[in-house]
């Protein structure tokens, strides 16, 4: 048997040296990541239910319209950008992985083979031996450790962008099909509305041939008529393209969307419970994704720093020579390798990682702050969407009303016909802005939801 460590003496030394610098294993360079303090309003500018959290309520349901349930479900299981986002946090697991991988030693295995000629003895000498290497890096600065960090950081940022996106798509599925409605109501009234201008432009014709009224009267009926019938055509265009958008979000090509409640049979939500500007660092997934890319990139900080100190890797190679069994080898070796001299490169390295990480401190402190708009910005909508809404009512009714008296008027000979037509425009347009006051205060309240991160419910990932 021959050593190439040649006795015990010299093993013992290659031992001591090994336990001296395995030591070291505790060290570790650069500084563990901890939250930033930022400015946060203790409470928000305007009065909303701050008791109870909204982040895993299915809120969608509580319109209570089976059929928004089931759209909103199809999305969540065929949306392709879902599918998308799932397959990253595949990727980000085997990733997650692979960094563990680096905590273990590794063995490869080889074959070596030679020929040699002496000419003193004229023979040849061969050789074959089947090697074993073993080789394993100490983590003398904790940077595997704080690569495997960064690698968990990854990874869990990455379930933070899933669950953003599921709750923009809830949202976006939401707010498409209340516009759906609200454009089949608005299509409605134009078709109501036209049907009864062509009824007044009869009686107008009718009138006309008789001599009763001018050809002026006649052509203002004509232009009502007109009116209303390119409406319709405004509002079929829009109905279509938005159930192309619909089809989309459920992973479909476009298709005809199944209807369920009318625009007026939603059911207003309640209030939504808000909490406190705090509450959306960790509720609001994308707040949290944003952080977490942080934390990853300030632990790469300390893997720069850890390039200024030596690294150690352990190896071992064994082998036992095939034409001579007896003849068994082994050696045990340990490298340690340290900059000296590399033009300030890893310098400049340390400096780069630092400027990334102030640049994603403000993006971090910046996504929290467009946050904390969009939820005010949300119950700014809700609230003044709310009142809109009624006062649009009062004023359809009351549209209703004059028109309708305005041509008994006119019907009496009591006032001019463009009176009419003007009242009878109103009571259009009356019609129109209700039903976009009722989609507004709808949608508005789907955005406060949506801006408080609600809605992230966990659902099976299906990646079929």
């Known amino acids: 048997m021959i050593w190439l460590l040649n006795n015990k003496k010299n093993i013992g030394k290659c031992i001591s040296v090994v336990i001296m610098l395995v030591s070291l294993h505790a060290c570790k360079i650069g500084e563990d990541y901890s939250r930033k303090e930022q400015n946060i309003p203790v409470v928000y500018r305007h009065t909303f239910s701050q008791d109870s959290s909204i982040a895993n309520l299915p809120w969608w349901k509580l319109?209570?319209?089976?059929?928004?349930?089931?759209?909103?479900?199809?999305?969540?299981?065929?949306?392709?950008n879902l599918k998308t986002a799932i397959a990253r946090i595949e990727e980000s697991q085997a990733l997650l992985s692979i960094s563990k991988a680096?905590?273990?030693?590794?063995?490869?295995?080889?074959t070596a083979a030679s020929s040699s000629y002496n000419t003193s003895s004229s023979n040849f000498s061969n050789s074959i031996a089947p090697v074993i290497n073993v080789s394993y890096k100490v983590d003398l600065w904790g940077q595997i450790r704080t690569l495997n960090d960064i690698a968990l950081q990854n990874y869990?940022?990455?379930?933070?962008?899933?669950?953003?996106?599921t709750i923009s798509i809830i949202s976006a599925t939401a707010n498409a099909y209340i516009s759906l409605r609200d454009l089949d109501n608005r299509l409605n009234i134009s078709e109501k509305t036209a049907q009864n201008f062509l009824e007044n432009l009869e009686v107008m014709q009718a009138r006309f041939n008789a001599g009763f009224i001018s050809e002026v009267d006649l052509a203002q009926a004509k232009i009502q008529v007109i009116e209303a019938k390119t409406a319709i055509e405004v509002f079929d265009r829009s109905r279509r393209q938005i159930e192309n958008a619909i089809s989309i979000?459920?992973?479909?090509?476009?298709?005809?969307?199944?209807?369920?409640?009318?625009?007026?049979?939603?059911?207003?939500?309640?209030?939504?419970?808000?909490?406190?500007?705090?509450?959306?660092?960790?509720?609001?997934?994308?707040?949290?994704?944003?952080e977490r890319n942080l934390h990853a990139q300030t632990l790469r900080i300390g893997v720069a720093e850890s390039l200024k100190y030596p690294s150690l890797t352990l190896s071992a190679n064994m082998g036992v020579e095939l034409i001579n069994p007896s003849l068994f080898f082994a050696d045990l070796t340990a490298q340690l390798f340290g900059p000296i001299f590399n033009g300030k490169r890893i310098e400049k390295g340390i400096e780069i990682e630092k400027a990334r990480t102030k640049q994603l401190l403000n993006t971090y402190q910046n996504t929290f702050l467009i946050a904390l708009r969009e939820v005010e910005d949300a119950m700014i909508a809700t609230e003044t969407y709310y009142r809109e809404y009624n006062l649009r009512k009062e004023q359809m009714e009351l549209a209703k009303t004059a028109a309708h008296l305005s041509w008994v008027r006119y019907?009496?000979?009591?006032?001019?016909?463009?009176?009419?037509?003007?009242?009878?425009?109103?009571?259009?347009?009356?019609e129109l802005k209700a039903s976009d006051a009722l989609k507004q205060q709808l949608t508005s309240l789907i955005?406060?939801?949506?801006?408080?991160?609600?809605?992230?419910i966990e659902t099976q990932k299906n990646t079929n």
């Open 63 to 80: 319109f209570k319209d089976p059929v928004l349930v089931r759209l909103i479900d199809t999305a969540l299981v065929n949306n392709k």
């Open 102 to 110: 680096d905590f273990y030693p590794s063995i490869n295995y080889g």
């Open 156 to 165: 869990l940022a990455t379930e933070e962008a899933y669950k953003a996106l």
């Open 249 to 290: 979000l459920l992973g479909s090509p476009p298709m005809d969307i199944e209807r369920g409640l009318l625009l007026e049979e939603q059911i207003s939500l309640p209030e939504a419970p808000t909490g406190f500007p705090s509450d959306l660092l960790n509720r609001r997934p994308d707040i949290v994704q944003s």
């Open 411 to 430: 019907d009496g000979g009591l006032t001019s016909y463009l009176e009419v037509l003007d009242l009878q425009t109103s009571q259009f347009n009356a």
């Open 447 to 456: 955005n406060l939801y949506d801006a408080l991160g609600g809605g992230w």
